[in-house]
C-alpha cells in the first residue's frame, strides 16, 4: 500500500466503502452496518483524541515564530483580509444560490415534531463561550473555540516575553512534533477510516432518507462545488496568478481527507503540509494553517447557513428581506469561528436562525441529513484554508513558484517517512512528510 499514492488510497476506500453500503443497505446487514460504524467512529474519535494538543501547541508555536516573519503583522492582518473576502463570496454564492432554487418551497415536513438541536449558539454564548472558565476544563470539554483563545493569549505574551520563554516555547514545539507524529500514524489509517465513514452513511443515510431534502441536499453540493471550482480557480488566477490545477495537485490529499473525516482539525497536519508543498513558507503556513483550521469555514459558516437558513424561512412560511440576506452575510464572516473546526455545523446555523428570528428547531428537520452535508462542507472549508495562505504568499512574493508548480508530482507521504522524518519539512525541501 505504501507505494500507492495516498490520495488514490483514499479513493479506493471511498468505492469500497460505497460499495459495501449499498451492499449492507440492500440486503438489510445489520451486523456490516454496524462494522462500518465502529471503524469510521474509532477513526474519526483517534482523530479528536489529538485536537486540544494539536490546536494549542500548533497556535502557540505559531504565534511565536511570527518573530521570525518579516512583516508578520501585516501577513497576519492580510490572512484575517482574505479570510473575511473569501467567506464573503461564499455566503453571497449561498444566498443567490438559495433565492434561485428555493430548497424550501413545497417540502413537506412535520414541523410540529422538530426541535431545536441541543447545541446551539447566540451572539452573547458566542462572546461568553470564547473565555474558559478555566483552562483545565476547555481541554477535558474538547471546546476548540476556547483553547484558540487560550492558546492566542499565552503564544502572543511567550513571544512579548521573548528569551525567558524560551523553555516553554521548547516544551511547546516538542509536544506539538509528538503530536504530529501520532497524529501522522491515524492518518495514515484514513482509507481505513473512509471505508468505515462512507459506507456507513450509505447504509445509514439512503435515498428514502434524503430524498425529501433532495433539493436542499443538492443545492448544498452545488453552492460547495461553485467555491470550490469556480471562485476559488478564479480569486487562484486573478488575485495570484497561480495555475488553479496545481494548487488543487497539491492540496488534493488534504480535501480528500476532509471529505470523508469531516474535520478541518483533524486535517490540519495534511492541510498545512500540503501548503507548504505549494511552495508557502513554513513559518507563515504554521501561523495562516491552524488559524484556519479554526476560523475560516465557506462551507460550514457560509455556503451553508444561507442556505439552511431560506430553506427554514420557506418551510415555516417566513418571508425573508434584504435587511435578512444582509444578517446572514454578516453572520457568516463574523460568526465563523463558532463552528471551531469539529464536524457538524449546527452551532453556526442556529447562530444564524436566532440572529434572523427563525425557529432553531428549523435546525432540527437538518439533523438527520447532517453527516452526508458534512462531508463537502468540511472539504470546501480545508481548500479555503489551503488557498488563502497560497493567494497571500504569492502576493506577497515569497511563494517559491517552482515548489507550487511540482507539488502535486511530489508525494504527501513517501514509503521511509515512518522511520526517517520528525517533523514538518520546508516546502523548498523534496523530502517526504513525518508518518
Same mark, same amino acid.
Given at each position: 500500500?505504501?507505494?500507492?499514492?495516498?490520495?488514490?488510497?483514499?479513493?479506493?476506500?471511498?468505492?469500497?466503502?460505497?460499495?459495501?453500503?449499498?451492499?449492507?443497505?440492500?440486503?438489510?446487514?445489520?451486523?456490516?452496518?454496524?462494522?462500518?460504524?465502529?471503524?469510521?467512529?474509532?477513526?474519526?474519535?483517534?482523530?479528536?483524541?489529538?485536537?486540544?494538543?494539536?490546536?494549542?501547541?500548533?497556535?502557540?508555536?505559531?504565534?511565536?515564530?511570527?518573530?521570525?516573519?518579516?512583516?508578520?503583522?501585516?501577513?497576519?492582518?492580510?490572512?484575517?483580509?482574505?479570510?473575511?473576502?473569501?467567506?464573503?463570496?461564499?455566503?453571497?454564492?449561498?444566498?443567490?444560490?438559495?433565492?434561485?432554487?428555493?430548497?424550501?418551497?413545497?417540502?413537506?415536513?412535520?414541523?410540529?415534531?422538530?426541535?431545536?438541536?441541543?447545541?446551539?449558539?447566540?451572539?452573547?454564548?458566542?462572546?461568553?463561550?470564547?473565555?474558559?472558565?478555566?483552562?483545565?476544563?476547555?481541554?477535558?470539554?474538547?471546546?476548540?473555540?476556547?483553547?484558540?483563545?487560550?492558546?492566542?493569549?499565552?503564544?502572543?505574551?511567550?513571544?512579548?516575553?521573548?528569551?525567558?520563554?524560551?523553555?516553554?516555547?521548547?516544551?511547546?514545539?516538542?509536544?506539538?512534533?509528538?503530536?504530529?507524529?501520532?497524529?501522522?500514524?491515524?492518518?495514515? !489509517?484514513?482509507?481505513?477510516?473512509?471505508?468505515?465513514?462512507?459506507?456507513?452513511?450509505?447504509?445509514?443515510?439512503?435515498?428514502?432518507?434524503?430524498?425529501?431534502?433532495?433539493?436542499?441536499?443538492?443545492?448544498?453540493?452545488?453552492?460547495?462545488?461553485?467555491?470550490?471550482?469556480?471562485?476559488?480557480?478564479?480569486?487562484?488566477?486573478?488575485?495570484?496568478? !497561480?495555475?488553479?490545477?496545481?494548487?488543487?495537485?497539491?492540496?488534493?490529499?488534504?480535501?480528500?481527507?476532509?471529505?470523508?473525516?469531516?474535520?478541518?482539525?483533524?486535517?490540519?497536519?495534511?492541510?498545512?503540509?500540503?501548503?507548504?508543498?505549494?511552495?508557502?513558507?513554513?513559518?507563515?503556513?504554521?501561523?495562516?494553517?491552524?488559524?484556519?483550521?479554526?476560523?475560516?469555514?465557506?462551507?460550514?459558516?457560509?455556503?451553508? $447557513?444561507?442556505?439552511?437558513?431560506?430553506?427554514?424561512?420557506?418551510?415555516?412560511?417566513?418571508?425573508?428581506?434584504?435587511?435578512?440576506?444582509?444578517?446572514?452575510?454578516?453572520?457568516?464572516?463574523?460568526?465563523?469561528?463558532?463552528?471551531?473546526?469539529?464536524?457538524?455545523?449546527?452551532?453556526?446555523?442556529?447562530?444564524?436562525?436566532?440572529?434572523?428570528?427563525?425557529?432553531?428547531?428549523?435546525?432540527?428537520?437538518?439533523?438527520?441529513?447532517?453527516?452526508?452535508?458534512?462531508?463537502?462542507?468540511?472539504?470546501?472549508?480545508?481548500?479555503?484554508?489551503?488557498?488563502?495562505?497560497?493567494?497571500?504568499?504569492?502576493?506577497?512574493?515569497?511563494?517559491?513558484?517552482?515548489?507550487?508548480?511540482?507539488?502535486?508530482?511530489? $508525494?504527501?507521504?513517501?514509503?521511509?517517512?515512518?522511520?526517517?522524518?520528525?517533523?514538518?519539512?520546508?516546502?523548498?525541501? $523534496?523530502?517526504?512528510? $513525518?508518518?
Amino acid at each position: 500500500m505504501r507505494k500507492i499514492p495516498f490520495s488514490v488510497q483514499i479513493l479506493l476506500g471511498l468505492v469500497l466503502g460505497v460499495a459495501l453500503g449499498f451492499l449492507a443497505r440492500a440486503n438489510d446487514l445489520s451486523w456490516l452496518t454496524s462494522t462500518l460504524d465502529t471503524v469510521g467512529g474509532l477513526f474519526v474519535q483517534l482523530l479528536k483524541l489529538a485536537v486540544p494538543p494539536l490546536v494549542f501547541t500548533a497556535i502557540v508555536v505559531s504565534v511565536v515564530s511570527l518573530r521570525g516573519v518579516t512583516n508578520a503583522a501585516r501577513l497576519a492582518l492580510k490572512t484575517l483580509l482574505w479570510f473575511g473576502v473569501t467567506a464573503l463570496i461564499a455566503v453571497g454564492v449561498g444566498i443567490g444560490l438559495g433565492v434561485l432554487t428555493d430548497p424550501g418551497r413545497g417540502v413537506t415536513l412535520d414541523t410540529a415534531g422538530a426541535t431545536a438541536p441541543a447545541k446551539t449558539g447566540s451572539w452573547t454564548d458566542f462572546l461568553t463561550g470564547i473565555v474558559p472558565t478555566n483552562p483545565v476544563g476547555a481541554f477535558v470539554d474538547g471546546n476548540v473555540l476556547q483553547i484558540v483563545f487560550l492558546a492566542l493569549v499565552v503564544g502572543a505574551a511567550a513571544l512579548l516575553v521573548g528569551e525567558p520563554a524560551e523553555p516553554f516555547v521548547a516544551i511547546n514545539r516538542a509536544l506539538l512534533e509528538i503530536v504530529q507524529k501520532a497524529l501522522w500514524w491515524v492518518i495514515r !489509517l484514513a482509507p481505513i477510516g473512509t471505508l468505515g465513514l462512507i459506507g456507513n452513511a450509505v447504509a445509514s443515510y439512503g435515498w428514502d432518507l434524503v430524498a425529501p431534502l433532495a433539493r436542499f441536499t443538492t443545492a448544498v453540493y452545488v453552492g460547495c462545488a461553485i467555491v470550490l471550482f469556480v471562485v476559488y480557480p478564479l480569486l487562484l488566477v486573478g488575485a495570484g496568478r !497561480l495555475n488553479p490545477l496545481r494548487f488543487f495537485a497539491g492540496a488534493w490529499p488534504a480535501i480528500e481527507l476532509a471529505f470523508v473525516s469531516r474535520s478541518s482539525v483533524g486535517t490540519m497536519p495534511v492541510t498545512q503540509r500540503s501548503v507548504e508543498r505549494l511552495g508557502v513558507p513554513r513559518e507563515y503556513a504554521s501561523f495562516a494553517v491552524p488559524f484556519g483550521a479554526t476560523t475560516k469555514m465557506d462551507g460550514c459558516a457560509a455556503v451553508y $447557513p444561507a442556505l439552511a437558513a431560506i430553506f427554514v424561512a420557506q418551510v415555516f412560511g417566513v418571508q425573508l428581506g434584504i435587511t435578512d440576506y444582509l444578517l446572514i452575510a454578516f453572520v457568516s464572516v463574523v460568526g465563523s469561528a463558532a463552528t471551531a473546526g469539529l464536524t457538524g455545523a449546527i452551532v453556526m446555523l442556529t447562530l444564524t436562525l436566532s440572529t434572523l428570528g427563525l425557529p432553531l428547531a428549523g435546525a432540527g428537520l437538518l439533523l438527520a441529513i447532517d453527516p452526508i452535508l458534512d462531508m463537502i462542507r468540511t472539504a470546501t472549508n480545508v481548500a479555503g484554508q489551503a488557498l488563502v495562505p497560497t493567494i497571500v504568499a504569492a502576493r506577497e512574493g515569497t511563494l517559491d513558484r517552482a515548489a507550487y508548480d511540482s507539488a502535486g508530482r511530489r $508525494p504527501l507521504l513517501a514509503p521511509t517517512d515512518a522511520d526517517t522524518d520528525t517533523g514538518p519539512r520546508r516546502a523548498e525541501q $523534496p523530502a517526504p512528510v $513525518p508518518a
